[in-house]
């Protein structure tokens, strides 16, 4: 073959490359598969107004995927929190928190994250029990000096054995009975007791155990054991939640609020109608009765006077002399200083029933002649 030849045969071949380049130039290229994606989760209800005791369920039609959620705002990834059960809505946010959005997202090996799923959620406020009365603010005498006491809000009986059971998981009272008071309570029982209720109906709790919360699960095993603990115990007043009343609040209501009338008991001059004592309940075989048995006073209030001398929160002492507004007492101190109950027992005689009588207990002391009733602040039924 000549030299002419070869060259052409040469030219022709790279002409035939250089063809084929420039066709394959004008295709699209393969594009690469589609990536599987996991099954996404499915949230009921998908978003909306729940009660704070409603339970948000994920599921997914894939029963191999593993759902994570996140409560941030931001996607869900493997690190994340594993749904393993439906969530109430009272344990998912915190009890202040009235407005959420829950994302979730499924995993699954071999296959991308799923599309994240959120939902919105307005957390309403339980309802206030029907039991507990408003008692409109204003200014008393309580005999040192005058104070001044806000609003707020008191149950009219004192706290059931059925109440304090449902929540504690026990009845300690010598006297049973569901519908009678809870006795055999210390002033450390009706902190947990407090916490414990608002914690379970998505209240934010008043009371707060040094550093460790509002969660009575995560306080030291025995904060409960000693007096000297109470100057630990941290009342948030602005909280929501359940507490007890300051000694100030409970004369007052039980004086009959601003609508005072003189009365040497809560409601009357006659503690007989009024209360459980003494003489009608307490002589050899005395024991408490149901609560709400006899007459309420002017604020609708059952049981201020008799059946079980009730706890509240200050530390037992002197008052002030000098004008008050909101006074709760002196703060604990480790020194364990007992804590005042009012209203007398039905073991008490009549003058330890009067409105304006004291009594003191210590913080873990326990008695079958000592409860308590539940208050909460005003604004928290808005």
């Not at 007459?295 to 059946?307: H, K, R, T, V, Y």
Request: proline fraction near 9%; hydrophobic fraction near 35%; aromatic fraction near 12%.
């Amino acid at each position: 073959m000549s030299k002419i030849q070869r060259r052409g045969g040469y030219l022709l071949a790279a002409l035939l490359v250089l063809g084929a380049v420039l066709a394959s130039c004008g295709k699209d290229p393969v594009a690469p598969p589609e990536p599987v994606l996991a099954t996404p989760p499915q949230l009921d209800p998908p978003s909306g107004d729940l009660d704070s005791l409603d339970v948000i369920t994920i599921t997914c039609s894939d029963p191999d995927v593993v759902i994570k959620y996140t409560l941030d705002g931001s996607d869900p990834t493997e690190l994340s929190a594993r749904y393993t059960q439906p969530l109430q809505l009272s344990q998912l946010f915190p009890p202040m928190v009235r407005n959420g959005v829950l994302k979730a997202r499924s995993f699954k090996p071999g296959r991308y994250p799923s599309l994240t799923v959120s939902g919105a959620y307005t957390i309403e406020m339980p309802p206030l029990p029907a039991s507990f009365v408003l008692i409109p603010g204003g200014t008393f005498n309580n005999g040192s000096a005058n104070v001044n006491v806000s609003s707020f809000y008191l149950d009219s009986f004192e706290l059931t054995q059925a109440s304090y059971q449902a929540v504690m998981g026990a009845n300690p009272s010598y006297f049973p009975g569901p519908d009678k008071p809870v006795e055999r309570v210390s002033w450390f029982d009706a902190i947990a007791y407090c916490n414990r209720r608002s914690i379970r109906e998505g209240l934010t709790p008043c009371y707060s155990y040094g550093q460790q919360g509002m969660d009575p699960d995560n306080w030291p095993l025995d904060w409960n054991q000693n007096d000297i603990n109470h100057a630990y115990v941290y009342c948030n007043w602005d909280a929501t939640g359940y507490r007890l009343p300051t000694e100030m609040e409970w004369m007052f209501a039980a004086r009959g609020g601003s609508g005072f009338q003189g009365y040497i008991y809560p409601g009357g001059n006659n503690l007989g109608p009024l209360g459980w004592y003494l003489d009608n309940c307490g002589a050899v075989y005395g024991s408490t009765q149901p609560v709400g048995q006899k007459q309420a006073n002017e604020l609708g209030l059952f049981d201020m006077a008799g059946n079980v001398a009730e706890i509240v929160w200050d530390v037992f002492s002197a008052y002030p002399v000098t004008y008050q507004v909101d006074y709760r007492g002196p703060n604990p101190t480790l020194a364990g200083e007992p804590h005042c109950v009012r209203g007398g027992s039905f073991q008490s005689m009549e003058e330890v029933c009067r409105v304006d009588a004291r009594g003191q207990t210590g913080c873990t002391s326990l008695f079958n002649h000592t409860g308590f009733r539940l208050a909460r602040r005003a604004m928290s039924a808005k």
